[in-house]
């Protein structure tokens, strides 16, 4: 059946018969929430609560195109089948609004318990939503869908959106009291925002609904403002994306407004008539999209530039923690030891005694030219096309420097009465890589040693050497700490050093795995990374190219 | 391994997504296919005959046309007068065939002024009035 109170639309959207400012008021808010949906999505794809924002923008525009749906079209069938998902879709906002809140309050997952009262809660919308306890009929003068007389669909899913609301407030308002003051200045944002988006989709529509039910109104098209609400939480979003950095978004100011104005620009379209009018108006457009580029360009530049600024500050705050910690020690120890033998101190003292110092001062040493060879090492390394030098690269056998690095750490592990364990596939005995030999060592020693350092006493190490098509693949495993999963990202980084790991041995420069990472990119083909888990254990895997035999 | 750990992490999503494919499919079938609804418009009413609802066509009411309340199965009247009603004297009548249809004329008790039903004296000018005009709505 047809109603006749419009002319057939165009793309199923647009028709004169309805006013201009519906258009403007649906469309852009529709694609400033898709736009700001799929940048949160496309910047955390594996976050749950980015994931959650991005599904309620999807239902929101879901929810307006299907409402435009039913303004403009003429054919029952196709307003009947749209306006039958109008609960569905406002269920799920309720849901889903409750799901994200607490996600963005809890930092974390719902239980199982709270996801199935959840589902339950919304399975009687969905389960009804064909039936004709949610749409019975159509009125063909007023081109609307009718409803069962006592409405029970529609009440209990703008129940469904209240309780929501009610829930929303109670775990915002628990969670404020033992907030600190930025994540109070956060709850209070995000807050507003959702709560004014969720009563006016849902109070206001219902209000509006009952006014014309009741003659009070002659259509229901008061209803349609109910999406402004979704205006106001779009903006609040969007000073917490900038401010706050919610959803782990780059997204800056200058960003937002340029998109914001682009969109605003281009939805004029849909209501200006004259040609001059949309002549002028796309002109505004392209200049303003050309000029808001420029700027956002120079601001990321900006941006970029200060970032690698603060970076560097750090590095060089890190370097100067590591030389006033790790050097200052060994130096003080050596000079008192230098001093009591100067002085004469020990001269009454048996030989024993005096050896002891000297061995002392020896050991120390030893040590600062570790740290200074590790920060020469690496400064060497640090440059972004490090290359061996061509006269040091032989042909190497790795099983025999494996072993022999194994060999050489064997008391270290005895001492820690480790599990301490070699096994080299016999395929690769005779197998070389080409390489600079010191470099390479330094690699097997480092992350060997660290193992076992690492590593409980009674606990293992295991050096496992094998190959995979034309690659050496070193296995080196141990049941140590494990690295914190905040910190798996920068463990390569010049100077960095894992939380556990400084309170398990404060001595060490953060040098050693980023020159290890160097030295093993340098060769072709070569890669170096880690499974960990905390309390576990690590396991560092080494892919080096296998010589080619002559 | 990773298929199992798929359905654990997805288990309500893919239970959500599931049952509201379910669904469309029986709304379009319902809707689009079987058109199974009612069909609820204002049909022709005769003022004297009849109690006829009144509808002011203006703001002053100087212009106004009366109807009855027609209900009618979406498929008996797609089959009696095709997708537009607007010419059909098929959809201002009953007809034996019709699986549900309703003919609600305006009852003077409960809704009072917005009823009309012409006096003798009137009755006997309208009927001179409707022998010279074919127009469908009938007005005072």
Known sequence: MICYLFSEPLYFL??????????????????????LGIYVYRNGKHLLFNKLFFVICILFSLWTISTLIEWTNIHSGLILFVWSFAGIISGLIAILSVYFIYVFLEKKNLTTSIKSILILAISPVILLSPTSLNLSGFDINACDAFKFWWLPYKIYYTLLGMMAMIWIFVLMARKYRVSTVDMKKQIILMGTGIEFFLSLFFIWTSYTYYLTQIGVDSDSRLEMYGLLGMVIFLIYIGILM??????????????????????????????IQTNINKVLTGLTLIVFSVVGWLIVRSVKKEIRQR????????????FIDIVSHQLRTPVSVIKGMASMLKEGDLDNQPKEKRDEFIAGIYEKSEKLADILNDILKAAELDMDNFSFTPANIKPINLSQLVKGIFDDLFSLAQAKKLNYQINISPEIANLNVMTDESFLKHVFQNITDNAIKYSRDGGSTTVDLSKEKDFFICKIIDSGIGIPEDQKDRLFEKFFRAKNAVDVHAYGTGLGLFIAKKIVEAHHGGKIWF?????????FYIKLPIAKQV | MKTKTFFKDYFFSLILVASIIVVSIFSF????????????????????????????????????????????????????????????????????????CSITYCDPENDGDTCKKATPSESAILNDEQSSSTNNTIKL
Request: proline share 3%; hydrophobic share 35%; charged share 20%.
């Open chain 1, 307 to 318: 970032q690698e600024i603060e970076h560097l500050l750090k590095i060089k705050s890190e």
């Open chain 1, 14 to 35: 647009f028709t004169s018969g309805v006013p201009a400012l519906l258009y403007y008021a649906y469309i852009p808010t529709t694609f400033i929430a898709l736009f």
């Open chain 1, 531 to 539: 499974d960990s888990t905390i309390g576990k254990g690590t396991t």
């Open chain 2, 29 to 100: 079938y319902r809707f689009i296919i079987k058109q199974d609804y009612i069909v609820s418009y204002e049909g022709k009413c005769e003022i004297t005959s009849n109690n006829c609802f009144l509808e002011c066509d203006n703001d002053s009411c100087t212009e106004n046309h009366y109807y009855s309340k027609m209900q009618k199965y979406a498929p008996d009247l797609y089959n009696e007068c095709g997708k537009d009603i607007t010419d059909c004297a098929n959809a201002n009548i009953c007809l034996p065939n019709d699986q549900k």
């Open chain 1, 242 to 271: 900038v401010r706050f950095k919610v959803f782990n978004t780059k997204l800056i100011a200058t960003q937002a407004l340029v998109w914001t104005s682009i969109i605003l620009i281009s939805s004029q379209f849909f209501f």
